[in-house]
């Protein structure tokens, strides 16, 4: 709880994301990270590997971007930043917290490097917006990267919509509709890559899939799949029932013949 409470202090969060917890939930993950530094080594090290691959394949083609905006980026553990810098002029960090990695990252590559607080679902002021008509755009111009994002835009704002009484099934509709928006929004630009957590795992169990559907709908709107991984999210010892996370990497833009 301490080093929780310290994390907490040292976030700079959007007020709106802050009032439905969206800072506590960062504090943990930074606590959580710093703790299962190892167990998590290699599922970071895959995430970094997607990312830099999907931007030198947009880098790599005629029509290559300047910028790049990588939405969850606030603790940037997980953002191959300095490689990312030699191939885009500047780099938006987006998120609804930011953590002090991110800030002095900003400082130490001032005028390249910025922390852009923006809630990417559109919906963080105002849980009875349509999600599809409060999703802004992404920039258009710019390589866009939903990091580890996916599954967890709409866990906080359907927590709150459950705990004001609104039924289970139009709840679990609305967060439907938060992912589909973030997902047609990335479909929009020409450069993207989407890393996504597809599955949960468990070593006595089959797979509980979470996007069911989702990768036939990206391959039919033409994102080509990149590589696949597992995640130790729950480590032995960390819960009662061991687990982990499928992931995968999607991307579009660039050279697209893999």
Known sequence: ?????????????MPAAQRLGLRREAAALAVRHRRLRMQWADHIAQ??????????????????PRRAWIMGAGL???????????????IDLVDVCFGPA????????AGRVRCRPHDVSGV??????????????????????????L???????CAALLD??????????????????????????????LIVEYAQTRTDAPNDVLLPGLPDCLIRDGWTAGPRWQ????????????????????????????
Do not use: K
């Not at 599954?151 to 704002?157: G, N, R, V, Y």
């Not at 289970?168 to 479909?187: F, S, T």
């Not at 995640?231 to 819960?239: D, K, Q, S």
């Open 1 to 13: 709880m301490i080093e929780e409470a310290i994390a907490w202090a040292r976030l700079d969060c």
């Open 47 to 64: 995430t970094r590997a997607a990312l830099l691959a999907s931007a030198r394949r947009s880098a790599a083609a005629p029509d290559t």
């Open 76 to 90: 940037l553990q997980d953002v191959p930043l300095r490689e990312l810098l030699d191939l885009f002029e500047t």
């Open 102 to 109: 991110a800030r002095v990252a900003a400082r130490e590559h």
């Open 124 to 149: 963080l002021e105002d849980l009875s917006r349509d999600p599809q008509r409060a999703a802004p755009p992404m920039p258009a111009d710019a390589w866009c990267a939903s990091v580890n994002l």
């Open 151 to 157: 599954s967890q835009l709409s866990l906080l704002p």
């Open 164 to 193: 004001r009484g609104e039924a289970e099934a139009v709840v679990e509709r609305y967060g439907a509709a938060i992912q589909q928006a973030h997902i047609d929004a990335l479909g929009r630009v020409p450069h993207a890559c």
């Open 231 to 258: 995640w130790a999210l729950n480590p032995a010892g960390e819960t009662d029932e061991p687990s982990g996370r499928a992931m995968q990497a999607w991307w579009r833009g660039g050279d697209t013949g893999r």
